[in-house]
């Protein structure tokens, strides 16, 4: 995933065709939680792409596996977690 701060907010995502309809995105409260279906098998495939715009980012969190660049992110605090294996990278 990269993110953006960009004074609009956007979600692109980047895959193989047939992994789309399986792919879940939702916002609650102000959160963003990207996922799967439920009993979703994603085997055999490159990695999933997605480019987040933001507004405001507050923090950031990884769980299960992957990474996450945020370029162009101004903020006085930013939270991050990762539980699982990732990389959270902050671009100056």
């Known amino acids: 995933m990269t993110i953006d701060q960009t004074g609009s907010e956007s979600l692109t995502t980047e895959a193989d065709e047939k992994f789309l309809p399986l792919l879940t995105s939702d916002v609650s409260n102000g959160t963003l939680r990207l996922g799967t279906k439920p009993n979703a098998m994603l085997v055999d ?36 977690s990762i ?4 990389d959270l990278i902050k671009d100056q």
């Open 45 to 80: 495939r490159d990695p999933i792409k997605y480019r987040l715009t933001v507004k405001d980012l507050a923090g950031l969190t990884i769980s299960g596996s992957g990474t996450m660049t945020a370029a162009k992110v101004s903020t006085t605090e930013l939270r991050s």
């Open 83 to 86: 539980s699982g294996s990732g």
